[in-house]
């Protein structure tokens, strides 16, 4: 099976026009066959505050009613997701923007209203690969914003992090897929105080280690039970770290295989 | 040749749900491959006046600063774009929302600056037909906004009625490409308070004739040039009335040939 990348960035990098520049570069140099994912940050929060829009949360999370996708469309579909492919142009990686309306590719539930109504927010239920393969094979390098729809005109607002792994598991039928996660660590830490402290490789046993000593804990456990459930579904490898993680001559990062 | 249609819509249908609706139902409907190009409307100016942007004209005309194109790019290439999108697939129309970044496809060079600056503008340079074809090859339904890009990672505000133009010129060397030019009135009228005078068919020799009698001025005169234009470069067809031009049922519009 040929090799298929699957990278995604958060909005630390996004935010910050250097930041996104020197990914973008790595990302461009990464060989083979690839897809981008990014989520959108706090520009989206900001361009609706200008709006006099109020950001709902309840319990910590964001609740994303009719207002509040109109900005995240704007914002994610629009205003980061055009400006990455037009830098991706410029750097002669023919890249083509899409949410998950676009050619039918990702699927979504709008989630149950149970305790808490999300609003506009969609759980994925199904990835188009031979339409997204249809893209990767003409040589486009698809870039996915963090949005999503339900089919029937409705666009759902969905977590990047899902759609990463989602998008992964389903091209997991026509590619060894791996996943790079980039995001502010180097990767999953023994010591939270020690940014050095890296797992280099984590698998099921190891895992079950980790587990039992509390080292993973927190804010990522839920990121590691979602790449192990990507294992379980056909993903080869999942790699966690900092941007440089893309370059050949950084080790520092972690790796995650079944 | 297999044949292509480029289909345009202008702001006032953008502007009113139950418009749109109502016409992406007949281009759902409209047979063969085919092509959607939009504008933006008056949209783009209500978020930028929301937002703090005043809008800068000179001689009438809209100057592109960077906060404009970041509006437009938002409102345009995000939240416009891709509910159309979405709505198409609920009609069962594989649609991919474009600007001229993706895939490539348009290119443009910021407009000169002469008397006057007109800021992010671009002027259509070079059309990717053979990029745009492989979507159109893959059975997906292309839908431009009016951003195109200069190769250089910025993107450039761009008339959509020349994107319409510049795209059927391109794909003509590929298909027998009809341009459907949609609006408000129900086609080029003979008298410009009589709503039903339309001109059914013009071809060079009409369009002397026409010119000469003064039926042809003002708005419509650079318009009729542009058609002229695009069949002069390969263009087989242009039609020009309302929406329903697009159902078979209707034929009183304008129809352009050499």
Chains 1, 2 share one sequence.
Do not use: W
């Amino acid at each position: 099976m040929e090799k298929l990348s699957i990278v995604k960035i958060g909005g630390n990098i996004i935010e910050d026009e250097a930041s996104l520049s020197a990914f973008l570069k790595l990302f461009s140099g990464l060989e083979g066959k690839k897809i981008l994912v990014h989520g959108g940050g706090k520009r989206a929060t900001h361009v609706a505050s200008k709006l006099g829009i109020e950001s709902k949360m309840i319990n910590g999370r964001r609740i994303t009613d009719a207002e509040t996708l109109e900005v995240i469309t704007m914002v994610y579909g629009g205003l980061v997701n055009k400006n990455i492919v037009a830098k991706l142009q410029a750097l002669n990686t023919n890249a083509i923007g899409l949410t998950g309306a676009d050619i039918n590719s990702i699927k979504s539930d709008k989630r149950p209203v149970k305790e808490i109504d999300f609003g506009y927010v969609g759980d994925v239920k199904q990835v188009a690969h031979n339409a997204i393969n249809k893209l990767i094979q003409a040589n486009f390098t698809p870039v996915f914003c963090a949005i999503t729809h339900d089919g029937n005109g409705q666009l759902l607002n969905t977590n990047a992090d899902t759609i990463t792994s989602q998008v992964a598991v389903g091209m997991s039928e026509l590619y060894e897929t791996s996943i790079y996660y980039c995001f502010e660590l180097n990767g999953v830490l023994k010591d939270i105080n020690d940014k050095n402290s890296v797992v280099k490789h984590i698998d099921s046993d190891t895992y079950k280690d980790l587990l039992e000593k509390g080292i993973i804990a927190d804010g990522m456990l839920p990121k590691l039970e979602n790449c192990f459930d990507a294992l379980h579904n056909g993903v080869s490898k999942i790699n966690m770290g900092n941007t440089s993680m893309l370059t050949q001559e950084n080790d520092n990062f972690t790796t995650i295989t079944l």
